[in-house]
């Protein structure tokens, strides 16, 4: 990179200081991804709050619900101790418009199997029903998870 | 990026502080402590470099105590970010023939 000096880049520099910039990426990049604990952790806790549902028990559900929060609280607080930094990819980064079809896509089939879900629980009666949507939800949430890190991580890679 | 109007910043061009931009703009924040260690200067240098780039409106800092111990974050603001994004399109106009 050049000195500090006012606007008489020239080529040489000007592409000396694109490449620092490229490389600063690619080395933000190697600490971003979380460890794999990390989006575990995450689908657990939406299995947690959706499984409980088959208690019907709207206290067990409530009490699971606040844990969750906090625990999500608390997996937010180790992201940003682990890698120092905190970045939703829907607003900045390379890749947002990827991850807001991909929220899109997520929000919509979590909305339907909530529902196919509850109705088989509640209206059905089939017990468990909600151990089992809250089995696959969070384990997509995870993987959706890892998913977005590492699509964030890509993009960074690939340069400015 | 490149539909950004190119404009030279003289406030981002030191390499420190385009650095410090530059790992800002990827994310939404990012603590102190760590961009000290992406950019290998002092606690010193990078304070000075931050308050320039936070008088100018580009850097918004934010401390927070958490579990006793001082945090302090960086964050590009709106500013700071079209800026940014600004002068990259500038190297980028002056390297076009490359």
């Given at each position: 990179?050049?000195?500090?000096?006012?606007?008489?880049?020239?080529?040489?520099?000007a592409a000396?200081?694109?490449?620092a910039?490229?490389?600063?990426?690619?080395?933000?990049?190697?600490?971003?991804?979380?460890p794999?604990?990390?989006?575990?952790?995450?689908?657990f806790?939406l299995?947690?709050?959706?499984?409980?549902?088959?208690?019907?028990?709207?206290?067990?559900?409530?009490?699971?619900?606040?844990?969750?929060?906090?625990?999500?609280?608390?997996?937010?607080?180790?992201?940003?101790?682990?890698?120092?930094?905190?970045?939703?990819?829907?607003?900045?980064?390379?890749?947002?418009a990827?991850?807001?079809?991909?929220?899109?896509?997520?929000?919509?089939?979590?909305?339907?199997?909530?529902?196919?879900?509850?109705?088989a629980?509640?209206?059905?009666?089939?017990?468990?029903?909600?151990?089992?949507?809250?089995?696959?939800?969070?384990?997509?949430?995870?993987?959706l998870?890892?998913?977005?890190?590492?699509?964030?991580?890509?993009?960074?890679?690939?340069?400015? | 990026?490149?539909?950004?109007a190119?404009?030279?910043?003289?406030?981002?061009?030191?390499?420190?502080?385009?650095?410090?931009?530059?790992?800002?703009?990827?994310?939404?924040?990012?603590?102190?402590?760590a961009?000290?260690?992406?950019?290998?200067v002092?606690?010193?240098?990078?304070?000075?470099?931050?308050?320039?780039?936070?008088?100018?409106?580009?850097?918004?800092?934010?401390?927070?105590?958490?579990?006793?111990?001082?945090?302090?974050?960086?964050?590009?603001?709106?500013a700071?970010?079209?800026?940014?994004?600004?002068?990259?399109?500038?190297?980028?106009?002056?390297?076009?023939?490359l």
């Open positions: 990179m050049t000195g500090d000096h006012d606007g008489d880049l020239d080529v040489a520099q000396a200081q694109l490449a910039l490229e490389g600063d990426r690619a080395a933000l990049a190697d600490r971003l991804v979380q794999w604990w990390w989006d575990a952790s995450l689908g806790l299995f947690a709050v959706l499984g409980s549902y088959s208690l019907h028990n709207s206290w067990v559900t409530v009490g699971v619900a606040v844990a969750a929060a906090a625990g999500l609280g608390g997996l937010v607080a180790a992201y940003q101790r682990i890698t120092g930094t905190w970045w939703d990819a829907r607003k900045v980064g390379p890749v947002q990827q991850v807001r079809r991909a929220m899109r896509w997520w929000l919509a089939a979590y909305a339907v199997l909530l529902v196919l879900g509850c109705l629980e509640y209206q059905l009666d089939w017990r468990g029903a909600m151990v089992g949507v809250g089995a696959v939800l969070g384990t997509a949430c995870g993987l998870s890892r998913w977005v890190s590492r699509a964030y991580v890509a993009g960074l890679r690939a340069g400015l | 990026m490149t539909a950004v190119p404009r030279f910043d003289a406030v981002i061009h030191p390499p420190p502080r385009l650095q410090i931009c530059g790992l800002l703009a990827a994310v939404d924040t990012m603590e102190f402590a961009v000290r260690d992406q950019v290998g002092s606690d010193s240098v990078l304070s000075k470099h931050v308050k320039q780039l936070e008088e100018a409106g580009y850097v918004a800092v934010r401390k927070a105590t958490i579990a006793s111990r001082q945090r302090t974050s960086l964050a590009l603001t709106r700071g970010r079209a800026a940014f994004t600004a002068h990259v399109a500038e190297l980028r106009r002056i390297t076009e023939g």
